[in-house]
């Protein structure tokens, strides 16, 4: 699917009543072009709880700045185990 029109949207809104309904229709309808970033705070965690239960295959990224906390890698290593995913790794252009 490309850009969605007015009219799709207004059709497809009222059938989104919760978050797992709105997640659902992305990855059902978006994946693999569409991913979750993630920084690994509490909120992230439950969001890639929620893809990770309806589409194993769901895709998610960070941004490494170099510069993250050992804790970080560490949430990062027990959500990969616990739900069989692997984080898309992105870092900053260090020439620039």
């Known amino acids: 699917m490309g850009k969605f029109t007015q009219a799709q949207l207004d059709e497809i809104n009222p059938t989104l009543k919760t978050?797992?309904?709105a997640l659902k229709w992305a990855?059902?309808?978006l994946h693999?072009?569409?991913a979750k970033a993630s920084s690994f705070g509490a909120e992230d965690s439950v969001i890639i709880d929620m893809m990770?239960?309806?589409n194993p295959k769901?895709?998610?990224?960070?941004l490494d700045t170099g510069r993250l906390?050992?804790?970080t890698y560490?949430?990062?290593d027990e959500l990969s185990k616990k739900y069989n995913i692997t984080f898309e790794v992105m870092f900053p252009d260090?020439?620039?």
Request: glycine share 0%; aromatic share 8%.
């Open 58 to 62: 769901a895709r998610f990224f960070t």
């Open 69 to 71: 906390n050992p804790e």
């Open 27 to 29: 990855l059902d309808n």
């Open 32 to 34: 693999p072009r569409v």
């Open 52 to 54: 990770a239960k309806i």
């Open 19 to 21: 978050p797992q309904d």
């Open 74 to 76: 560490t949430i990062m």
């Open 94 to 96: 260090a020439k620039r």
